[in-house]
């Protein structure tokens, strides 16, 4: 794995990671989530190296700040932890995506497939349903986020909305909450009031009927859907809750679904598992490419 730098427009240097194979045609970009970096989120890693091992390029993108890591104690476990990302601006997830994409469409890969985790799949959503170009030839959401839904069931969040608007009103905008936003992670006061209103990433709002459906009508290209099973922010039906997104998208049928038994939203204990998943996904993907004498390309066909 490499570190590697990723230029936006607005001239903000991004941090990524890259696994690289010689030789690769394929790259597998995966935009990580909120709180989630290379170092913090095993699933990252163990999913880079296998694809990496199989011949298939992969880049971790992180959003701004990704790489500010902390430590903070969890009086839960009395351990001491290292997290990051405490600081973003999920305004710019369009911006920050495509810079990945552009940087992949740089280095010559012929095939560029967009992935996500999490909040990091509502990202690529914004970007393929709203981006005029034709880089991303095929994309893997994974555990996606209805926004609305995720803000009632998470512990603490009305209670970190008003510390931060009180935060902001004092001029203390940059600093920490003292309360874990969401259970999970420390983030800053202006952090956690942009992640409440980034409407930009209310994509899949399946549960809770608050957000925008657009971006998944909008997006040309096939692509796969995982989730696990056990999935806590799908209301006890990680399938169907998949299944309903999918159904916004152009031509369903040409989608797939894929649930992968026992495993959370965050996959714990289920990395391989969702490793493996993805590079069945993606060796399947080239494989049509091998057998197609038609020269189709599926950046500008419209999923059907």
């Keep these: 794995m490499e570190i590697i730098r990723v230029n936006t427009k607005r001239g903000l240097e991004l941090k990524g990671a890259m696994f690289d194979t010689d030789n690769a045609d394929t790259v597998v970009i995966i935009m990580s989530g909120i709180c989630s970096n290379i170092f913090q989120n095993d699933l990252l890693p163990v ?57 992949a469409h740089s280095q010559g ?10 909040l990091g799949s509502n990202k690529i959503i914004h970007y393929l349903g709203n981006s005029p170009d034709n880089f991303v030839d095929y994309f893997i959401v994974s555990a996606p986020v209805d926004l ?30 003292p309360y874990l936003f969401g259970g999970f992670s420390p983030i ?69 679904v894929i649930v992968i038994d026992d495993a959370s939203h965050i996959f714990y204990g289920k990395h391989e598992e969702y490793a493996q998943t993805v590079l069945d996904i993606v060796r399947r993907y080239n ?3 091998i057998n197609s004498c038609t020269g189709f390309d599926n950046r500008r066909e419209s999923n059907g």
Aim: net charge negative; proline share 2%; with cysteine.
């Design 188 to 256: 800053t006061a202006e952090t956690a009031l942009k992640f409440n209103n980034a409407f930009n990433l209310k994509n899949c709002p399946v549960i809770s009927k608050d957000g925008e459906t657009t971006s998944l009508s909008n997006i040309k290209i096939k692509g796969s859907f995982i989730i696990g099973s056990k999935d806590s922010l799908t209301e006890g039906n990680a399938k169907g809750f998949m299944e309903k997104i999918n159904l916004y998208c152009k031509n369903p049928q040409n989608n797939e």
């Design 109 to 118: 890969y012929k095939n560029i497939i967009l992935a996500g985790h999490s």
């Design 287 to 289: 494989e049509k490419l």
């Design 47 to 103: 999913t880079g190296e296998l694809l990496s091992k199989n011949g298939i390029s992969c880049i971790i993108g992180h959003a701004l700040d990704a790489f500010s890591c902390i430590s903070y104690s969890d009086h839960t476990s009395g351990k001491q932890k290292t997290t990051g990302v405490f600081n973003d601006d999920f305004s710019l997830a369009y911006e920050d995506v495509e810079s990945y994409v552009k940087y």
């Design 148 to 177: 609305a839904h995720w803000f009632k069931v998470m512990p603490n969040i009305q209670k970190c909305l008003e510390i931060a608007e009180q935060f902001v009103k004092e001029g203390r905008g940059d600093e920490i909450l």
